[in-house]
C-alpha cells in the first residue's frame, strides 16, 4: 500500500505546546541561535536527534516495574545480558549509562598520543573521546559516501583500499579498526553485509581488533535484506548475527536500536581488555553488573532488543523517511540520497548555495526550521566537524541538516507538517544569511556555541 501505517496504537499521549513566530524569534535570539539552548517545551516537533527519544512499549514499561535495583548480582543486569548476547556474540557486556561512555572507557584503555584510529566515518562523541586522549581519529568512507547525490545503495562502506593503505602505513599505531553502522555522519547511509566481512579480514590480516560501532545495528541490517540480493529472504536478526560474527568488540548506545530512553554497552572478546575496561568502568560508572544504570533500566533495553528486529516496524521505518525524503526532493530541497535510516539528511551547501561553509549553511537553515515552523533539527557540518585540534577552521565534507526521526513517536501527519515548513522557507530561501560564532568552547561545539546573524 502506498500509505505509510504505523504498526502500532498510541496509548499514552503527551500535549505539544504550539508557539508564535514571534515568540521563536525571541527564543532564538535567547539561545544565541543554538538549538541546543532551546528548551522542549518550546519545540513543536523535536527532531534534533534519535537518541533516547523513542516511545517504550506497553511491555518496556511492565518491564520497568519488574526492574531489580541491587547493587551487585542484579537479576534485571542477567537478563540485560542475555538479550545482548541472543543478538551479538561477544564473551564480555560491560553495560553503561550511554554509548558514549563505552567509548570513553574503550579509549581510555588503548588510545593514547601517537595512536591512530580508522573508520568509515567516526561520530563526533567517538571522535571527542579518541581526541581527548591525544589519538587521532580518521574516516575512510567510499568515496560515494560523500557524494549527496549518489545513489549508491551501501554509502557508508569502509574504503577497503585506502584502509589496508593505512594499516600498512600506520600499523604499529593502531589498536583497533572501527566500522559505524549505519554511518549517521554521512546521512545515515548503511553498510553492506560484504564490506563488514571484508573490513574484519583486514583488519585481522594486519593484527588488529575490529570494532564496531553498532548503535543503528537493526536498521542496518534491514537495508542489508533489502539491498544485499544474497540476504533478501534471511531474518534481520539472523543478519544482524552475522554482522558482528567476525567482530572483536562493539560500542553501544541503547537508546538509538533498543528503543531506550538512557543507556548503552560496551562488548568484547578479549578477556584481558575486558578486564582493564572493567576497572575503567567501576571507577567512572559502577559495578559491572550495573554499569551507571537501574535495573529497570536495563530491563527496558533487554525488551527494547527484542522489539527492535520486528520486520513490520523496520519497514514503517526505513518508509518514513523515504517518505519525507521524496517529498523534499519533489519540492526542490535536495536531501542525501538514497534516504537513511533513522533520519532525512537536507543537503544544506547545496540548497543554499549563497551561504560559504564558513557561515555554516547548515546552522543558518535549522534556524530557518525552528523560526518558520518550531522544527528543531541538528547541523552536521562544518559546526560539528569544521573546528580542528590544532584549533583551524576548514568547510566539514558536507554541511547537511539532520531531521533525526524519534522510534514510534511522531505520525505521517507531523511528517507532513515538517515538508510544508521546508515549502514555505524554499520560497524564500534566497534571504536567509548565515552565522558567525561568537564564542565556542574547545571540543564539540555545537552543543554550546553561541552564534549571531550576519
Not at 62 to 80: M, P, W
Not at 229 to 248: G, T, Y
Amino acid at each position: 500500500m502506498r500509505t505509510i501505517i504505523e504498526p502500532f496504537r498510541i496509548k499514552t499521549v503527551e500535549p505539544i505546546r504550539m508557539t508564535t513566530r514571534d515568540e521563536r524569534q525571541r527564543l532564538l535570539a535567547a539561545a544565541a541561535y543554538n538549538l541546543f539552548a532551546v528548551r522542549a517545551d518550546d519545540v513543536l516537533i523535536d527532531l534534533l536527534t534519535d537518541s533516547g527519544t523513542s516511545a517504550m512499549s506497553a511491555a518496556q514499561q511492565a518491564a520497568l516495574i519488574g526492574g531489580d535495583e541491587s547493587y551487585a548480582g542484579s537479576a534485571s543486569f542477567f537478563r540485560f545480558e542475555a538479550a545482548v548476547k541472543n543478538l551479538f556474540p561477544f564473551k564480555h557486556v560491560l553495560p553503561t549509562h550511554q554509548g558514549r561512555a563505552a567509548e570513553a572507557i574503550l579509549f581510555s584503555v588503548i588510545g593514547g598520543k601517537g595512536v591512530k584510529v580508522p573508520s568509515n566515518t567516526h561520530f563526533d562523541t567517538t571522535r571527542a573521546n579518541i581526541e581527548a586522549t591525544g589519538a587521532e581519529a580518521f574516516d575512510l568512507v567510499i568515496a560515494e559516501g560523500l557524494d549527496p547525490n549518489n545513489e549508491h545503495p551501501f554509502k557508508g562502506n569502509m574504503d577497503l583500499a585506502r584502509l589496508e593503505a593505512f594499516l600498512a602505513e600506520h600499523g604499529a599505531g593502531v589498536p583497533c579498526v572501527m566500522l559505524t553502522v549505519t554511518n549517521n555522519a554521512g546521512g545515515g547511509q548503511p553498510v553492506s553485509l560484504e564490506n563488514i566481512r571484508a573490513t574484519a579480514a583486514v583488519a585481522h590480516k594486519y593484527g588488529k581488533r575490529f570494532l564496531i560501532d553498532g548503535c543503528r545495528f537493526a536498521e542496518n541490517a534491514f537495508f542489508i535484506k533489502l539491498r544485499e540480493k544474497s540476504q533478501a529472504n534471511r531474518r534481520v536478526e539472523d543478519i544482524v548475527r552475522d554482522m558482528f560474527a567476525d567482530a572483536d568488540g562493539m560500542t553501544m548506545s541503547a537508546k538509538k536500536d533498543a528503543f531506550a530512553n538512557i543507556g548503552g554497552w560496551l562488548a568484547l572478546n578479549d578477556d584481558t581488555l575486558a578486564q582493564s575496561a572493567r576497572e575503567r568502568l567501576i571507577l567512572t560508572e559502577g559495578f559491572p553488573t550495573y554499569g551507571g544504570l537501574a535495573g529497570r533500566d536495563l530491563d527496558a533495553i533487554a525488551q527494547g532488543l527484542k522489539e527492535i528486529v520486528d520486520e513490520d516496524y523496520l519497514a514503517y521505518r526505513l518508509r518514513t523517511s523515504a517518505y519525507v525524503a521524496e517529498r523534499l526532493e519533489a519540492l526542490g530541497v535536495p536531501t542525501v540520497k538514497p534516504s537513511g535510516g533513522h533520519a532525512i539528511f537536507v543537503d544544506a551547501r547545496t540548497f543554499l548555495p549563497h551561504i560559504p561553509p564558513l557561515n555554516y549553511p547548515g546552522q543558518s537553515l535549522a534556524v530557518a526550521l525552528y523560526l518558520e515552523g518550531g522544527i528543531r533539527s541538528c547541523e552536521i557540518g562544518t559546526v560539528m566537524f569544521g573546528l580542528q585540534s590544532d584549533g583551524r577552521e576548514v568547510p566539514a565534507a558536507m554541511d547537511l541538516v539532520r531531521l533525526a526521526m524519534p522510534r514510534r513517536v511522531y505520525t505521517q501527519s507531523h511528517a507532513d507538517y515538517v515538508v510544508e515548513v521546508f515549502e514555505n522557507i524554499a520560497k524564500n530561501k534566497e534571504r536567509l544569511r548565515g552565522l558567525k560564532i561568537v564564542w565556542q568552547p574547545r571540543r564539540m561545539r555545537h552543543f554550546s556555541a553561541k552564534f549571531m546573524p550576519l
